[in-house]
């Protein structure tokens, strides 16, 4: 890794620290949301059959993923050929895309600062733009237990995940940006085409478990690094043994239990998604209640793990560059 790719990891963060995602500029996620769209409307018009559709699906998600990756490749050839300044701050825009971490920390406080138990309308109406189960008649223990849901399941896929993929890059030719937007892509996939529902189980179904394998390593990394920071590393990894295989999904289930089991609160129940109820298993005991500090706390536990990950590649590029100009 060179001392640009150092600077494009660090400037990526800090953008994503102080900025975030501006709604009025145009994200990487919109355009390939867009494109995704664009695609499964016209295959589910034209194709009917399960086996044509899981084709078209593995088409969607290669040529999504591979194409996001190539094109932020070409950006960023293109950018460091003008001049190797501009290839820094191009580079780490792109990469800065790619973090959720401020916008989930703002989305949780734009609940938590409506939360009013007298009146929790628009708490209610707040947390609807960032879940999918219904809010109208939500009580203030499930509104917060909705916030931290949303924040610790997407600790893995939103930060931590592009995250790894950054660091791998960083240390390849490709460079940081490309590998981390071509996760993003493959994120993008699954929350858009991958379920299990009409009219995307053989569409999304490529996305989906594509998605679960890309996640799986950066989400384990994830609940090791949880468990460490929580103090009581032993106790979290063994209620996440006893308790996240039980959720359907392979990651969300390790992710979400992993900060329920450092917080000592118990996340899971009984949620309905368009009138339709649905149970999700329980995770981690209920050592304390739900309040908002937990929530917090959350938030600072993934922002240590940011910050704990972003730190030790910039010491083992050191470290590595160190060694390599001392042998040759």
Known sequence: MELAQISVLAIAALLDFLIGDPWNWLHPVQVIGAWIGFYSRIVLKRLTTPRSLKFAGVILGLVTIVGTGAIAWGTRAIAYALHPVLGVGVESVMLASCFAGRSLRSAAEEVLNALDPKNLDAARSRLSRYVGRDTESLSEPEILRAVLETVTENATDGVMAPLFYAIVGAFLPMGSAPLALAYKAASTLDSMVGYKDPPYTDLGWFSARFEDYLTWIPCRLTVLTVA??????????????????????????????????????????????????????LLGDPIVPLTRDRVQQAIALTRWSFLLWLGGAIVGCFWINKVTHTRF
């Not at 990894?237 to 979400?256: F, H, I, M, T, Y």
């Open 228 to 281: 460490l920071l929580s103090g009581t590393p032993q106790r979290v990894l063994r209620l996440c043994v006893r308790d996240a295989p039980k959720d359907p999904s392979p990651n969300a289930g390790w992710s979400e239990c992993a900060y329920a089991a450092a917080l000592g609160v118990q996340m899971g129940g009984v949620n309905t998604y368009r009138g339709v109820i649905k149970e999700k298993p």
